[in-house]
């Protein structure tokens, strides 16, 4: 008779590195239900940001993440410059755009190391990281920072660029193209990873619109939503790219969605170069009146969703974050049931998920669990090993 | 359809349901639509099948006559009649529906979508709302051990009071 056995993994995530508690029920090694606990290390950002001035909110919110700590600032910024009446000059909102793909290529690129890593695939790793690396200069000698920017604020931006940066700029970026280009060649065309990426853990149309999921993952079950084209902010529609999407909803299309979103970046900025106005970058907004409204933005996970309300004082009256990973963590419900448990370490990984995205305030984290656990070294052995069985097969006499 | 016409197609849609509509002022894509709760479940289901909204999420705001819930819709995906070219196809439909003091109670809506699984449970821990028929009403954010009864999005909380309480703070 099958028996059922509960794998625990968490509550400190062996792999992400991060507190998040997956139970996956297991019947061998086929995995047949789970369930996800989160909020380990919920920050309580939604209450603090009721107790900060209107100009304060976005330091703070940029520390929901630092990845995405462009993109969650600048859903804010358009919730409140919606309230106030405000359209920021021309020129900012340039400069934002391109600190915006500046971070969704670095994102990308740590996603395409570390996704390479769990499989066993140390050379993709390094690769990833020594091509993204450059784009982490860039934001550094554009904003003043690795991370954590702050270069948008209520009605404009904080820095200018001269044409001297802009020209190292595109210099810099036309070796992150090659790097990438180069990586990205070797992912498609290497037999392994399509053996042992293509068809796994599928999310279907049907099930990611059910989900609500949004950006890279959802646009490789071939939904194609993407809020920088769905409903334009700063200068997405002045600018000319594509939106990318697969049909397949796998490990492997995950994968190609980004690869792909990567080039379109780039594309993005260099024509934000060319197209840069002169002029002024900041509006001075002087007040924020009462009123409400909703900001979102496509960070590099997908879309960020902020909602604002303002009753005529100093800050926020509510304000309320949804990040991307929070609605698409969920659908690990989708892509892993029916999988064995070494594919289950790519399907998480290939939402990319944040768990600071996910949580937003401080609770006591579990220290009364003493039982053996799947640990990182063991899952991450796991997957390599899938992938080394593949490579005998493919390479036989390797 | 242009954005406008899509917020008038909801709006005609949902009838009866309808108790107010606001439009800002130059945000033809932004639209909040004040709905009575009893009726949650229905237009929900209108939004997601008939408009193919996506539930970007939910807000809960504590009023002075209960819980605000605001349904955030992004109608984005337009198979029927999509917008002109290069008319951007996203409006943001905020559905708003209160549910009233003293016992912030309101239909689930996961029946719908399973988007609205996460954050209903998120409103219940934070802001005390009830979601009748939710499949799975376990604490989603709060701590195992947080106190019963105690909301920390409520108007009412008090930060430092609790932590005294709770924590002994000075």
Redesign the interface.
């Given at each position: 008779m099958a028996r059922r056995t509960l794998l625990p993994i968490g509550p400190f995530h062996p792999l992400q590195e991060e507190p998040e508690h997956f139970q996956l029920y297991v019947d061998g090694e086929t995995i047949v239900d789970m369930d996800v606990r989160?909020?380990y290390n919920?920050r309580?950002i939604?209450?603090l940001s009721e107790s900060k001035t209107f100009d304060q909110v976005p330091f703070l919110v940029e520390r929901v993440c630092g990845i995405c700590s462009a993109s969650h600032p600048m859903a804010y910024i358009c919730a409140v410059e919606?309230i106030a009446?405000v359209q920021a000059p021309l020129r900012s909102e340039y400069l934002r755009t391109i600190v915006l793909e500046l971070e969704r290529i670095h994102s990308h690129l740590l996603w395409a190391g570390l996704a390479g890593h769990f499989i066993g695939y140390n050379t993709v790793f390094m690769w990833a990281w020594k091509y993204r690396e450059p784009v982490m200069d860039i934001l550094e000698y554009l904003t003043g920072s690795r991370v954590e920017y702050a270069n948008a604020k209520i009605g404009g931006s904080r820095r200018d660029m001269d044409d001297e940066l802009a020209g190292r700029v595109r210099k810099d970026l036309d070796e992150i193209e090659k790097g990438t280009y180069l990586l990205t060649k070797a992912v498609l065309d290497d037999p392994v990873l399509a053996a042992r990426l293509k068809g796994a853990c599928t999310i279907s149309y049907e099930q990611a619109?059910?989900?609500?999921m949004?950006g890279p993952s959802v646009r490789a079950s071939g939904?194609?939503?993407d809020?920088r084209?769905?409903?334009?902010y700063c200068v997405y529609?002045q600018v000319d790219w594509e939106v990318i999407t697969t049909p397949n909803g796998d490990v492997f299309d995950k994968v190609v969605v980004r690869l792909l979103e990567t080039f379109e970046s780039i594309k993005i900025v260099r024509q934000c170069l060319d197209q840069m106005p002169e002029g002024e970058i900041d509006a001075k907004v002087q007040e924020v009146p009462p009123?409400?409204?909703?900001g979102?933005v496509e960070a590099p996970r997908g879309?960020t969703?902020h909602?604002v309300?303002s009753d005529g004082g100093n800050g926020p009256a509510?304000h309320?974050i949804?990040a991307p990973s929070?609605?698409n963590v969920?659908s690990f419900k989708a892509s892993s049931i029916g999988q064995p448990v070494a594919d289950v370490t790519i399907a998480m990984a290939a939402l990319d998920p944040c768990y600071s995205c996910t949580e937003?305030?401080v609770?006591?984290v579990?220290a009364d669990s003493g039982k053996p656990r799947y640990g990182w070294n063991d899952l991450v052995r796991l997957s390599q090993e899938k992938t080394r069985r593949l490579m005998k097969k493919v390479y036989p006499t390797h | 359809m242009k954005a406008t016409e899509v917020v008038d197609a909801v709006v005609r849609k949902l009838g009866d349901s309808v108790l107010a509509v606001k439009r800002p002022e130059g945000l033809p894509r932004r639209a909040y639509v004040d709905v009575k709760a009893e009726d949650i479940v229905a237009v929900s289901r209108t939004m997601f099948a008939d408009f193919h909204g996506r539930l970007a999420t939910v807000s809960g705001v504590d009023v002075r006559d209960g819980a605000e819930i605001l349904y955030h819709w992004c109608i984005e995906r337009h198979t029927l009649d999509p917008p002109a070219e290069g008319e951007p196809p996203c409006v943001v439909v905020t559905v708003r529906a209160l549910a009233p003091y003293p016992d912030l109670v309101i239909d689930s809506i996961v029946c719908v979508t399973e988007a609205a699984n996460w954050i209903e449970r998120e409103i219940h821990d934070l802001l005390g709302v009830s979601f009748t028929d939710h499949p799975d009403m376990r604490r989603l954010i709060l701590a195992d051990d947080w106190p019963e009864g105690v909301y920390p999005l409520r108007r009412d909380f008090d930060v430092a009071a609790f932590r005294r309480k709770e924590y002994g703070d000075e």
């Open positions: 989160i909020s919920h309580g939604e209450k919606d009446g619109v059910n989900f609500g949004t939904v194609p939503i809020v084209h769905d409903d334009p529609d009123g409400e409204a909703v979102h879309e969703f909602y309300r509510r309320k949804r929070y609605v969920p937003r305030m609770v006591a579990d | -």
